[in-house]
Every structure is written in C-alpha cells, then in structure tokens.
C-alpha cells in the first residue's frame, strides 16, 4: 500500500518541517509522562495533581491493558516487514485509554515496545513509536468528554480526537523518525508508513470504536473501573468524583 501523494509530500519541500514536527512530538510525549509520573496533569483548572489512586486496581488495569495490546500485536498483516502493517488490535489504544483513564494510556503506551518485540518489529522505529502512542492513548484520555455514546457530543468528541487528531500527530511522529534515522526510505516512510498508520488508527479504530464503545462503557461503569468514578484530577482525594453530563 503506497500512497504516491504522502510520498511526495514527505520528500517534499515540506520534509524538513515534518522532521522537526516528529521531533518535537517525541519530546513533548517525554515530557507529558515525566508530569503524569510526577504526580502533575494538565486540566481545565490548568497545573494540577493528578490525583490517580496508585492502587492494585491501578496496578490491574494497567496489567490488562497492556496484556491486550500485547497479546494482539502479532496478529497483524505487515505492509513493510518489521516496520508497519495492518492490525486492527492496534484501534483498541484510545478505547483502553478513554476508559480507564491514565492507567489504560499508561499500559497500551508502554506495553507498544513489548508487542513490537514479540511480533517481530522491533528497530529503532520503535522509539518513536512509543513515544508517538502518547497521542492516541494519552490526548483521547484526557481530551474526550465521556465514553457514554447516549450523547452525541460524547462520540462527536471522541472521533475529533481518538480518530482525527491523535492519529493524525502519530503518522507524522513515526515516519519523521523513521525518516531521519534512515530505518527505511523517505518514500516508504511517508508513503507506505503513514497511511498504514492512518489505516489502524484512524479507519479501523473508527469503525471498532462504534462496535466496543457501546458495549465496554456500560460494563466498566457498571463495575466502577471507569476513570472518573476513581479520581478526578485538581479535586480533594476524598471528595467523590461525578462525572458531568454532556450538553
């Protein structure tokens, strides 16, 4: 699968800005895991604790969460051979995270190196692609509204950024990497690299989500995982979190 028109435009004049683009995505994504660790999120109500309860439930939903993405990673057709294919385990990112919260980004994010190994794809790309996963885990996380698709704001919100957005910042993060540390061609990384990702992130999680969405929230609600039943960011530890309903 490669799509001429991504090709010429990463080779393009626009290469360098791409480059630098990746580059500043891989950086940033380093700083947002240093502030979540540290204790320290971003928020409405701007610089606040993030409140996330450091537990055995936490423990767990990061365990399964990476447990998931990992044990569907081999499953995947390969487009380039140890580089980028099609595997709709990979759609399940943003779902996990927006569910979960930040122990789902926390394990999808990760457990990517983990999969990357064990299905063969582990090469220097995968620095990027670590760190990139940042973007469909993490921003759905804290970006999305509410899981609950009853609202039409709640899957409005979702699609912009689990499948536009993110996905969008992931496929110039990885082929800028991929295309500045020589792992595999300018073209092939802007030409075949991205639309795969675009394909897996973007296509597939959209069609995925509106089967799953649906189904998971009702369940993880029900069983008290979902994140904002567990903390809320910015609020007292003991105060109760409730999560608004949409307008």
């Known amino acids: 699968m490669n799509i001429q028109f991504l090709a010429d435009l990463g080779s393009?004049?626009?290469r360098p800005m791409l480059i630098?683009?990746?580059?500043?995505?891989?950086?940033?994504?380093?700083?947002?895991?240093v502030m979540e660790f540290a204790?320290?999120?971003?928020s409405r109500k701007g610089f606040v604790r993030n409140n996330v309860p450091w537990n055995a439930t936490t423990i767990a939903l990061i365990a399964v969460s990476a447990a998931?993405?990992?044990?569907?990673?081999?499953?995947?057709f390969q487009f380039v051979p140890g580089i980028g294919g099609f595997n709709p385990t990979l759609s399940l990112a943003p779902i996990l995270s927006v569910l979960f919260g930040l122990p789902g980004a926390i394990g999808v994010t990760f457990s990517m190196p983990i999969g990357d190994a064990i299905s063969g794809a582990l090469t220097l790309g995968s620095v990027a692609g670590f760190l990139s996963h940042t973007f469909v885990t993490w921003l759905p996380y804290k970006m999305v509204k509410t899981p609950n698709w009853k609202y039409p704001s709640a899957i409005a919100s979702y699609y912009l950024w689990a499948i536009i957005v993110g996905p969008i910042i992931h496929s110039i993060v990885i082929p800028g990497w991929l295309d500045l540390t020589h792992v595999v061609p300018t073209a092939v990384a802007w030409g075949i690299v991205t639309p795969a990702i675009l394909l897996n992130h973007g296509l597939t999680s959209a069609v995925v989500a509106a089967i799953l969405m649906p189904i998971l929230y009702p369940v993880v609600k029900a069983r008290g995982l979902y994140w904002k039943d567990r903390?809320?960011?910015?609020?007292?530890?003991?105060k109760k979190p409730v999560e608004a309903t949409p307008a």
């Open 20 to 33: 630098g683009l990746a580059l500043f995505g891989m950086v940033l994504a380093v700083c947002i895991w």
């Open 12 to 14: 393009g004049p626009l």
């Open 39 to 42: 204790g320290w999120t971003i």
């Open 231 to 238: 903390y809320q960011p910015g609020e007292p530890a003991a």
């Open 68 to 76: 998931i993405y990992i044990v569907g990673r081999p499953i995947q």
